[in-house]
């Protein structure tokens, strides 16, 4: 059993930044593929960024060149840098790990609004 627990999130300013962490439990993180997915109000849950266990990163393309997904083997720990961002990216952020099975984090919100 996986358990993620995601911090960070918050009320921002159009153009501002936030850092998402999601900590996961177990003693094989490193072994993990890791995602950050998100859900707007009335839209399906959508993919933002992954990052598999060697550190190949994958981005949708509404946050390419803005967001950066990053990952801390040592403090099990992966990280989303959300850099310039948009009313367009308010949304719950949901933590995935993929590890013989999908576990996912209780979402963290982020509200970009003046």
């Known amino acids: 059993q996986v358990q993620l627990v995601e911090s960070g999130g918050g009320l921002v300013q159009p153009g501002g930044s936030l850092r998402l962490s999601c900590l996961a439990s177990g003693r094989s993180f490193r072994l993990y593929y890791m995602g950050w997915h998100r859900q707007a109000p009335g839209k399906q849950r959508e993919l933002v960024a992954t990052?598999?266990?060697?550190?190949?990163?994958n981005y949708a393309d509404s946050v390419k060149g803005r967001f950066t997904i990053s990952r801390d083997n040592a403090k099990n720990t992966v990280y989303l840098q959300m850099d310039s961002l948009k009313p367009e990216d308010t949304a719950v952020y949901y933590c995935?790990?993929?590890?013989?099975?999908?576990?996912w984090g209780q979402g963290t919100q982020v509200t970009v609004s003046p």
């Open positions: 995935k790990a993929s590890h013989l099975r999908d576990y």
């Open positions: 990052i598999s266990s060697s550190g190949i990163t």
